[in-house]
């Protein structure tokens, strides 16, 4: 199966069914109230919690990160909120803790920034681990001094120590995975996803979505999975015909037809992103030629635009123009 565990972009088809699933709200929720230690849960009062997306992310790497957040205040009444941090992987990073002492880091920075006038205190940020890689995780590193040498316990009070909620899928049965019916698809999914028991466990992940189809949702929820599965799973391991008989019988004869519905369309996007893809390399190639001092500044403007029409206009205009003015008119 197709896997780039070093690439954590949202094209990362692992990372992109995280963010899609845990951006609703519902299932957010759900997921803290089934996996977060009773300890934790009775401090939080879960009808206040609130997606704060991205915002404790710079903008320029917003699009690389798949990592969620949520804020919710205390039962009790008691000032201020906690922030609880997602987090996902699909294999083992030993460093993971820098990775989130860096998250730590901005989420409280932008903390003091949005309460300069009125600050009390820095908020308290629980990170909640969810890991389906092919080695278990090990359970004795969740806290950060697992990465130091040395005397740790006698310099203890110079070393910021922190830990984090590990859920490894491995580790459970799935009677286990609980939740709303889309966190059993996605756990579930990525649970197996390694495994070649796969197709024989499809049936009974796509068994949940009865339930899930008759909502107005369900058409989008079915096709957030057929775009996970078609990208990590080749055709040799698990076809679209397959696919398609497995919804028929779990489902419907309806979801079925949908299956091959959605393929085609995912076909068709599969070829758009070629012809664009090409579009802006042979742009590329023309602003080299004819704009050498600008060719920065001017593939900036063209890697933003999806519109095959356009790409076409600049790059017949490149083969005529001297001047760049009028590829900047396209462009803007």
């Given at each position: 199966?197709?896997?780039?565990?070093?690439?954590?972009?949202?094209?990362?088809?692992h990372?992109?069914?995280?963010?899609?699933?845990?951006?609703?709200?519902?299932?957010?929720?759900?997921?803290?109230?089934?996996?977060?230690?009773?300890?934790?849960?009775?401090?939080?009062?879960?009808?206040?919690?609130?997606?704060?997306k991205?915002?404790?992310?710079?903008?320029?790497?917003?699009?690389y990160?798949?990592?969620?957040?949520?804020?919710?205040?205390?039962?009790?009444?008691?000032?201020?909120?906690?922030?609880?941090?997602?987090?996902?992987?699909?294999y083992?990073?030993?460093?993971?803790?820098?990775?989130?002492?860096?998250?730590?880091?901005?989420?409280?920075?932008?903390?003091i920034?949005?309460?300069?006038?009125?600050?009390?205190?820095?908020?308290?940020?629980?990170?909640?681990?969810?890991?389906?890689?092919?080695?278990?995780?090990?359970?004795?590193?969740?806290?950060?001094?697992?990465l130091?040498?040395?005397?740790?316990?006698?310099?203890?009070?110079?070393?910021?120590?922190f830990?984090?909620?590990?859920?490894?899928?491995?580790?459970?049965?799935?009677?286990?995975?609980?939740?709303?019916?889309?966190?059993?698809?996605?756990?579930?999914?990525?649970?197996?996803?390694?495994?070649?028991?796969?197709q024989h466990?499809?049936?009974?992940?796509?068994?949940?979505?009865?339930?899930?189809?008759?909502?107005?949702?369900?058409?989008?929820?079915?096709?957030?999975?057929?775009?996970?599965?078609?990208?990590?799973?080749?055709?040799?391991?698990l076809?679209?015909?397959?696919?398609?008989?497995?919804?028929?019988?779990?489902?419907?004869?309806?979801?079925?037809?949908?299956?091959?519905t959605?393929?085609?369309?995912?076909?068709?996007?599969?070829?758009?992103?070629?012809?664009?893809?090409?579009l802006?390399?042979?742009?590329?190639?023309?602003?080299?030629?004819?704009?050498?001092?600008?060719?920065?500044?001017?593939?900036?403007?063209?890697?933003?635009?999806?519109?095959?029409?356009?790409?076409?206009?600049?790059?017949?205009?490149?083969?005529?123009?001297?001047?760049?003015?009028e590829i900047?008119?396209?462009?803007?």
């Open positions: 199966m197709a896997d780039n565990e070093n690439n954590r972009g949202v094209k990362n088809p990372d992109k069914l995280f963010r899609e699933n845990y951006s609703d709200l519902d299932n957010a929720r759900s997921l803290i109230s089934n996996y977060m230690p009773e300890r934790v849960l009775k401090l939080m009062d879960l009808s206040t919690l609130e997606i704060c991205d915002s404790f992310i710079e903008k320029d790497l917003s699009d990160y798949s990592d969620m957040l949520y804020q919710v205040t205390f039962r009790d009444g008691s000032a201020g909120s906690v922030y609880v941090l997602f987090e996902h992987k699909s083992y990073d030993k460093y993971v803790h820098l990775q989130l002492l860096e998250y730590l880091i901005k989420i409280w920075r932008l903390h920034k949005q309460h300069k006038k009125k600050l009390a205190g820095l908020p308290i940020v629980i990170p909640l681990l969810i890991c389906h890689g092919r080695r278990e995780w090990p359970e004795d590193t969740v806290r950060l001094t697992s130091l040498t040395g005397p740790v316990g006698e310099l203890a009070g110079y070393i910021p120590d830990g984090f909620e590990l859920y490894d899928l491995s580790r459970f049965s799935d009677d286990q995975i609980r939740g709303t019916l889309m966190n059993q698809v996605v756990m579930l999914l990525f649970k197996y996803i390694f495994n070649p028991a796969l466990k499809l049936p009974e992940i796509f068994s949940l979505f009865k339930t899930l189809m008759e909502k107005e949702t369900g058409l989008q929820w079915l096709e957030t999975v057929l775009r996970y599965l078609t990208s990590v799973v080749s055709e040799d391991e076809s679209l015909k397959q696919i398609k008989d497995i919804a028929e019988q779990a489902i419907s004869k309806e979801a079925g037809e949908h299956i091959m959605l393929a085609e369309k995912l076909r068709n996007e599969g070829r758009q992103e070629g012809e664009i893809k090409g802006k390399g042979g742009i590329e190639i023309g602003i080299a030629l004819k704009f050498p001092k600008d060719i920065d500044m001017m593939m900036a403007l063209v890697d933003k635009v999806e519109d095959l029409d356009t790409l076409n206009k600049i790059k017949e205009a490149l083969k005529t123009t001297q001047d760049r003015a900047l008119a396209l462009l803007n």
